[in-house]
């Protein structure tokens, strides 16, 4: 097809430049192409709605939050064909995120390290391209927010973080994503934990009650976790998101686990790996939800997705949804097109 064709003639051009430096070159030209109509000649996938969190999806592959932190790229990335976008992770106050170099391929293992560390221009900045995007303007599809803490916050304040930043994007998102689980901000997967967690969900659900009721609309709150959690963490997890009646739950984030990249270069960075080491984590983590929930609420699976076959293994453990991110560093938009068509039927 005409998609693969051109990525794999752009690939070797982006993997010559270092990867933060590429991912800053493409997401501009894709937003370029997208106002020029040139993205209308990449075959889109196949209608195949889903109805998840109450939601209509047009079909079940999203893209996964952090390719586009600001919400300014939201048109260009429609145009891929996506099921959904989820955008962000945006946190209250504008901060750089962590020095650079920061984001590294290890192509051995179609894999992605990064510390990036929720580099973003703030929420109100956010909101402001958000609102700015044709996407939002004329309702043409599922914009999940994803939003954080910042950096600077004390681990006990973060509560302050993630209100803020839901009041500020309540009116704008089609799901709201609360990310506690980035292994770039200091201690942040402390929230993870079963009084934290506990404390946290409540405090949000309470709030998204009194947004749902000022704005006379609701809007679904999804959880993301990381895949480094054991069988204990995953029950109490799965407990706190049911007695708090949250909408969905989002598995997985990166990991800090290197086992499967040991003696590969940049293996030893500090940052969450991606790519396809993580798929059989985050496959675990799914399955061990799937059992814990009973389908009590659905599960978006993510990590480590690069093939058809791929999207299809996350259903069959348990997700009703999926989101890609490294994929499509490795394979392209073509990627996309795969995968719903391997899923197509399922969930």
Partial sequence: MFDNLLYSLARPLLFSLDAEEAHNRTLP?????????????????????????????????????????????????????????????????AQPGNPKPRM????????????????????????????????????????????????????ERAADDYLLCLDKVYPYATYVTVNISSPNTKNLRQLQGASELDGLLGTLKDAQQRLADRHKRYVPIALKIAPDVDGEQVKNIADALVRHRFDAVIATNTTI??????????????????????????????????????????IIGVG????????R??????????????????????LIRECAAAVRGLG
């Fill in 257 to 298: 686990e290197r086992g499967a990249v040991a003696g590969m270069p940049h293996a030893d960075e500090a940052g969450g790996l991606s790519g396809a080491p993580v798929f059989e984590a985050s496959n675990r983590v799914i399955r061990a939800l799937s059992a814990e929930l009973a389908g009590a609420l659905p």
């Fill in 29 to 93: 030209a894709l937003r370029r192409a997208a106002a020029l109509g040139m993205t209308g000649l990449l075959a889109k996938p196949a209608s195949d709605p889903r109805s998840v969190m109450g939601i209509k999806f047009p079909n079940p592959i999203g893209l996964a939050a952090g390719l586009d932190k600001d919400g300014a790229y939201i048109d260009g990335l429609a145009a891929l064909g996506f099921g959904s976008l989820e955008i962000g992770t945006v946190t209250p106050r």
């Fill in 304 to 311: 480590g997705i690069l093939s058809g076959a791929d999207a």
């Fill in 313 to 334: 293994a996350k259903f069959e453990a348990g997700a009703s949804l999926v989101q890609l991110y490294s994929g499509l560093i490795y394979r392209g938009p073509a």
């Fill in 104 to 155: 590294f391929r290890l192509p051995e293992a179609r894999a992605i390290i990064n510390r990036m560390g929720f580099n973003n221009g703030g929420v109100d900045a956010f909101v402001a391209n958000v609102q700015r995007s044709r996407f939002y303007q004329e309702g043409r599809g599922v914009l999940g927010l994803n939003i954080g803490k910042n950096a600077d916050t004390p681990i």
